[in-house]
C-alpha cells in the first residue's frame, strides 16, 4: 500500500540544500524523482508541464528538475505549486533541493537542483545567511485582519505551513485572510517567480493531510482560496 506523507513534518523541516556529495543519478534514481514528480497534482487543468532532469551539477547537485513554462501569473503559480510537492516528496526520499532561479533552463523560469545532500560548506552558510533563509515573517505580519480568536488549529496550523513555504531571495510576497473555519485566502504577487504556487502547495497538502480533502481555487489574479 501506498504510504501517505507527513507533509507538515517535511514542511516544517525542510530547508534549501546548497551542498551535496558527489553523485551521479541512477536510473533508480531517475526513476524515483520522476514518481515524486507524478505525485504532483495540477492547480488548474489549462497550464501543462512536463517536467524533466537535467543533468547539470549547479552549487555540485547531481541535476536540475524543471519544466518548460510561461511567465504570466497562473502559469507561474502553476509551476511553483507543482514544484513544491516535488519539492516535499524528494525530501521525504531523503533528496536535498534548492529552487534555484539564477540558472535557468531554456523555457523556464527557474529550477529546483536536487541531489545527495552533504555537510554544510562555507559558500551555503554565507547564502543561507544573505537571504535570510531561516527567518520568517510572524502570522501576525501575514495575516489581514488577524486570526479570529476562535479559530480551530488546523486553521492555524494550514497558515503556519504557508507561513514557511520557499520564496526567491526569502521575500515571502504573500498575505493571507481566514474566511471562515474551513476556509483561508492567499494573495501575493511574486513578479517572475513561482512563490505563489509554493505557498498554496504548503496549505493545500496540509489542509489535504488534516482534513482529508482541500480545494485550491483561483479567486482573482494572483488570488486564491484553500478550503476543506
Ligand atoms: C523561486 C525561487 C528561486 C530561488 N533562487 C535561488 C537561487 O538562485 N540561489 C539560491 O541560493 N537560493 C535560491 N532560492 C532559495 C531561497 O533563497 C530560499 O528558499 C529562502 O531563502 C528560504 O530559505 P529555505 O529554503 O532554506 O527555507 C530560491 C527560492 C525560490 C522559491
Known amino acids: 500500500m501506498k504510504k501517505e506523507l507527513d507533509y507538515i513534518d517535511l514542511i516544517r523541516t525542510r530547508h534549501s540544500t546548497r ?9 533508480a534514481d531517475r526513476t524515483q524523482i520522476m514518481e515524486a514528480v507524478a505525485s504532483a497534482v495540477p492547480l488548474g487543468s489549462t497550464v501543462r508541464l512536463e517536467w524533466k532532469i537535467a543533468d547539470r551539477s549547479i552549487m555540485g547537485c547531481s541535476g536540475l ?28 526520499r531523503e533528496w536535498g533541493t534548492c529552487w534555484y532561479g539564477m540558472v535557468r533552463m531554456p523555457g523556464s523560469p527557474c529550477s529546483i537542483t536536487v541531489g545527495k545532500p552533504a555537510a554544510r560548506r562555507v559558500r551555503s552558510v554565507v547564502m543561507g545567511a544573505l537571504s535570510r533563509g531561516h527567518m520568517r515573517k510572524s502570522l501576525e505580519q501575514l495575516v489581514t485582519g488577524g ?29 493571507f485572510e481566514v474566511t471562515s473555519d474551513t ?21 493545500m497538502v496540509t489542509a489535504r493531510q488534516l482534513a482529508g480533502k482541500a480545494t485550491v481555487s483561483r479567486l482573482n489574479e494572483g488570488t486564491y482560496s484553500i478550503s476543506w
Open 147 to 175: 486570526i479570529p480568536e476562535h479559530s480551530s488549529p488546523l486553521v492555524r496550523t494550514v497558515l503556519e505551513s504557508a507561513r514557511l513555504a520557499p520564496s526567491a531571495i526569502n521575500r515571502q510576497v504573500w498575505s
Open 183 to 203: 476556509q483561508i485566502v492567499i494573495k501575493g504577487d511574486a513578479g517572475r517567480f513561482p512563490d505563489l504556487g509554493i505557498c498554496l502547495a504548503n496549505a
Open 19 to 27: 551542498d551535496y556529495d558527489q553523485h551521479t543519478l541512477t536510473d
Open 65 to 92: 528538475v524543471y519544466a518548460k513554462c510561461g511567465s504570466s501569473h497562473d502559469e507561474l503559480a502553476e509551476y511553483g505549486y507543482q514544484g513544491e510537492q516535488i519539492v516535499l516528496a524528494l525530501l521525504a
